[in-house]
Every structure is written in structure tokens, then in C-alpha cells.
């Protein structure tokens, strides 16, 4: 079983709906990470966090709002989402070493979102 | 030419097969050497992690580095059909946060 929690598994949401994924680890790791993945695709980084800060956002749009409450938590917040976001969103973290990442990622089961 | 290649497959293979899957990378800046399985609607799982040229075994699975080639694999000893799934290589650099994956081989073992 994997130690990253991701909630829901499942969401369908209208393009004008508000909606949260949520994401949690208990293995001490301080960096957290959101990636996007569409079918027979590999996952694509969309932002990472490091010690409770934005360290990296790969330019995606503002309709998805990353936030790490604690270095235990993070949250995808999205809105006015389009049916191309359509998607499994994978939650990953690793140790992130200031200034050296391993790359040791470990990912959550993801939460697979339908956009109508 | 991209960063990473890794052929889609499929890949189909007897049950007790020796299966072999690989990568080729063009930037000598990376580091660290990742293989992730990921079955079918669930998140990648970490299968073997190293840094270093050389062999890396860690039961039926080896991960081979041979840096100077830019050349990662993935040996599976007598395959089974719990092996089933998309086998992704990946690599980061000295820094922290980002992985680049391959596209994944997607590995079917037949009893």
C-alpha cells in the first residue's frame, strides 16, 4: 500500500465547478509534488514543493492553484477547468534534500478527474 | 532528439521469460537512474533507484547503468504474469524536484 493518500479517487466536474484534490504523507518528506498524466502517456510535472514552498510550476495554467498547507499536505485547487484536463493527477514526494534531490519519488494512486 | 527514448511496446512474453527493457538519454547531467511499474489505473511504484554505473540487483529485478553509453535497463528473471504493467524509466538531476520519464513499455507475461 502506498504511504501517499490521494483523495478523491474519482471526480467529475462541469467547467464551472470548484473542486479540490487532496494529498497526504506521513513519511517525514519535505517535498510534495503534483503531476499530470493522460492515457499511454508518462507523467508530466506540474509543480513541486519544497520545505512548504512553490519551488517549481512547469507554466501550467492558472485554473490550477497548488497549495501546501503543511509539509504533510497539498492541495490542487481547480476551477473553470477544461474537458482537455481530463486526467489521472498524481501526488508524489520524496526526502528533497535542500539544494539535491535524489529524484526517490514516491507516488499516490492518483485521483482520476472527468471534465464535462 | 528527445531527452529520453524508451520504446512503447507492447511487449509480450511467456510466463519465466527473461525480459529485457531499455532506455537511451541524451543529457549527461543526470543523475539519478529511476525505474517505476505502474499497473493499470494506479500510480507509478518505485522499483529501483541508483546513481552509479554498474548493477543494481534487488531480487528477479536488475537495473543496468552504463553511463558512458547513456544506457539504462531493466532485467525481469523468470517472469510471471503479476510483472504485467507499464515499466517506466526515469532520471533527475542534481537538484531538486524534477524527474524526466520515458514514455513506459507496456509489458504483458502470458502463463
Known amino acids: 500500500d502506498t504511504e501517499v493518500t490521494q483523495t478523491p479517487k474519482h471526480l467529475v466536474m462541469g467547467m464551472t465547478n470548484k473542486k479540490s484534490l487532496k494529498c497526504e504523507q506521513h513519511?517525514?518528506?519535505?517535498?510534495m509534488y503534483w503531476y499530470k498524466q493522460k492515457a499511454k502517456k508518462p507523467p508530466e510535472l506540474m509543480f513541486v514543493?519544497?520545505?512548504?514552498?512553490?519551488?517549481i510550476n512547469e507554466s501550467v495554467p492558472s485554473r490550477f492553484s497548488p497549495e501546501c498547507p503543511n509539509s504533510s499536505l497539498l492541495n490542487l485547487h481547480l476551477h473553470a477547468l477544461q474537458p482537455e484536463d481530463s486526467a489521472l493527477y498524481l501526488c508524489?514526494?520524496?526526502?528533497?534534500?535542500?539544494?539535491?534531490?535524489?529524484?526517490?519519488?514516491?507516488f499516490g494512486e492518483g485521483s482520476r478527474l472527468t471534465v464535462l | 532528439q528527445k531527452e529520453v527514448e524508451q520504446d512503447p511496446g507492447p511487449l509480450s512474453v511467456p510466463e519465466g521469460a527473461i525480459v529485457s527493457l531499455n532506455c537511451t538519454y541524451s543529457?549527461?547531467?543526470?543523475?539519478?537512474f529511476m525505474w517505476y511499474r505502474q499497473y493499470s489505473r494506479k500510480g507509478p511504484e518505485l522499483l529501483m533507484y541508483?546513481?552509479?554505473?554498474g548493477n543494481k540487483e534487488d531480487g528477479r529485478f536488475t537495473a543496468q547503468v552504463d553511463k558512458s553509453s547513456k544506457y539504462i535497463s531493466l532485467f525481469i528473471r523468470d517472469s510471471q504474469p503479476s510483472d504485467s504493467a507499464t515499466y517506466l524509466c526515469?532520471?533527475?538531476?542534481?537538484?531538486?524536484?524534477?524527474?524526466?520519464f520515458g514514455q513506459g513499455t507496456e509489458l504483458s507475461v502470458k502463463p
Open positions: 508524489a514526494s520524496s526526502q528533497g534534500n535542500k539544494g539535491a534531490g535524489t529524484g526517490e519519488l514516491f
Open positions: 513519511m517525514g518528506h519535505r517535498a
Open positions: 514543493y519544497s520545505y512548504e514552498k512553490l519551488s
Open positions: 543529457n549527461s547531467a543526470f543523475q539519478y
Open positions: 541508483t546513481y552509479s554505473s
Open positions: 526515469a532520471w533527475s538531476y542534481n537538484q531538486g524536484g524534477k524527474l524526466i
